[in-house]
């Protein structure tokens, strides 16, 4: 998510897409089983574009039914990290580890390991693509319909990425917060597969199909002006506004 927490003789570099899946193997054989990790998955676009500034990973399944949980999950997973020999160090909720690049063992990679305790669905949720709007937005746009269905419906409905969804009534919880994606897509009332709805592309298309929803679209760019600069560029911003505009044209 960055690729730059290393220093010194540890400090990072891109990754070429034919180096990744190597690299990884070797991550997993080297350090991910020996710490006792049961599962992994790829999130972001690393092994999709040409060259990648770093590789983000979710591991799993570990406890994560609580700040105090995570945390511990957390620090113990980076204690057994540096107990397989890794350079590693905490970066904000995740762990990034400097790892050699297979093939090429005097440069190193930053891989950023993600906990959750459903690997598959936290990867669903930043999925990333090899082209097209990025999977950022299709989150944005999934957080945006959680904001529409909230009003209409007089519930407070929130998605975060990672976290999932939450839904909350007169201060009450009535659905926990889930990664799930087919019970994201059936809270927010939209009525597809987990598949259908991984890119921002897929997505709108089935929105711009309900008319009640499709009517709120056209406040979307406003919605998201808050989130650009930074990681969300304005070219990359708008590149999701015109794929927008086009689903909504051709369903007229």
């Known amino acids: 998510m960055g690729g730059n927490a290393f220093k010194g003789s540890f400090a990072t ?4 897409c034919g180096e990744v899946s190597a690299t990884l193997e070797a991550f997993s054989k080297d350090v991910l089983r020996p710490a006792g990790v ?3 998955q790829v999130v972001g676009s690393a092994g999709m574009k040409p060259v990648s500034g770093d590789i983000d990973i979710v591991v799993g399944p570990f406890d994560s039914s609580s700040p105090a949980a995570r945390r511990s999950s957390k620090e113990a997973l980076l204690q057994k990290f540096k107990e397989c020999g890794a350079v590693a160090e905490v970066l904000g909720s995740n762990i ?4 050699p690049i297979a093939g090429r063992p005097d440069s190193h990679v930053q891989i950023d390991v993600i906990l959750s305790s459903a690997p598959a ?5 930043m999925a990333g693509v090899p082209n097209g709007v990025k999977g950022a937005y299709r989150n944005m746009m999934l957080s945006y319909v959680a904001k529409i269905r909230s009003r209409m419906w007089g519930k407070r409905i929130s998605v975060s990425c990672p976290g999932g969804i939450e839904v909350t009534s007169e201060g009450r919880v ?6 799930d994606p087919e019970v994201i897509l059936a809270t927010l009332g939209i009525p597809c597969r987990p598949s259908e709805a991984s890119t921002f592309e897929g997505l709108v298309t089935i929105l711009t199909a309900l008319p009640e929803v499709s009517s709120e679209l056209q406040g979307y760019p406003e919605y998201i002006q808050p989130s650009i600069g930074g990681r969300h560029s304005p070219i990359e911003a708008q590149r999701s506004i ?7 044209q051709q369903h007229k």
């Not at 669905?121 to 949720?125: D, G, K, N, P, V």
């Not at 015109?242 to 909504?248: C, E, G, N």
């Open 13 to 16: 570099v891109p990754i070429l």
């Open 38 to 40: 049961k599962e992994y």
């Open 96 to 99: 990034a580890v400097s790892f």
């Open 121 to 125: 669905f936290t990867a669903w949720l």
């Open 174 to 179: 009535v659905l926990p917060r889930t990664e």
């Open 242 to 248: 015109d794929a927008l505009q086009k689903a909504l």
